[in-house]
């Protein structure tokens, strides 16, 4: 006896793709951006596939985090977007390389670029020539960004409220309080702030903001050394002028 499966027998009749992955494809395909947000019924009347296998397919892409799914419908997960921002940061490293060249040719001190992701810092790109191994970052690693000067300058462009669902469950309620009156004193800066760890490592960094809505990037370029922070201090008028011309240069593309 022969067993006739009605998806196919319907996909057929309408022209939609017969593999998995053009199906996938197709059904992602839809979401114009972080900001789209569309119903499994407008996923079915906009692909033509059958709607049991359009539910199958959005609980597996939810499950595996390339779709999110709430009561007002599905938008493109982290997976998905994660994807876009690796196009992004690469963008954001060519922009920032030339400046991060020459703040390191002017100053001699280690010139970062960074982003928030999350409660971290992950740092994209290091120069520093045959110093920069004697500061303790790494291209690619991740710090958390209330350890870090640079983290501290991007959270200070982020609204009180997100940082407090940032960091819930990790600061107590007493280093909330100091995260958020250290980042307000940020604020008044502009983004701008320097400090000396622990170790005597001397950190000044500015932020950038780029991008609106939900595609907003966070970054940072900050200069790091074993110097007294009166020389940081001195180097902020240089980061204010990268930020100004990276946030121009951004807003171009």
Known sequence: MTVIDND??????????????????????????????????????????PRSTTHRILDQLTQLNWLRHNRFGYRL?????ALGRSNERDELRAVAAPHLHQLHLRTRLIAHLAVLD???????????????????????????AD???????????????????????????????DLHGRLG?????????????????????????????DQIQLSCVSLRGRVHTDQLRRVLPLLAGVTRMMSERLAEN
């Open 185 to 213: 004193q940020i604020r008044m800066q502009s983004g701008r702030t320097w400090e000396t760890d622990p170790r005597g490592v001397s950190s000044a960094a500015a932020a950038v903001r780029s991008g609106d809505g």
């Open 8 to 49: 196919m027998v319907d996909v057929a009749a309408a022209g939609v793709p017969p593999t998995m992955a053009e199906r996938i494809t197709l059904i992602l395909d839809q979401f114009d951006g972080a900001n789209t947000r569309l119903t499994a019924e407008d996923l079915v009347q906009l692909t033509r596939i």
């Open 147 to 177: 350890l870090t000067t640079e983290g501290k300058a991007m959270l200070a462009l982020v609204a009180p409220e997100q940082v407090d669902v940032l960091f819930r469950g990790v600061l107590s309620p007493e280093a909330m309080t």
């Open 77 to 81: 997960g982290w997976r998905a977007i």
């Open 118 to 144: 999350g409660r971290d810092v992950v740092w994209l790109d290091k120069i520093g020539g045959r110093c920069a191994d004697t500061i303790a970052t790494r291209v690619g690693g991740r710090s958390r």
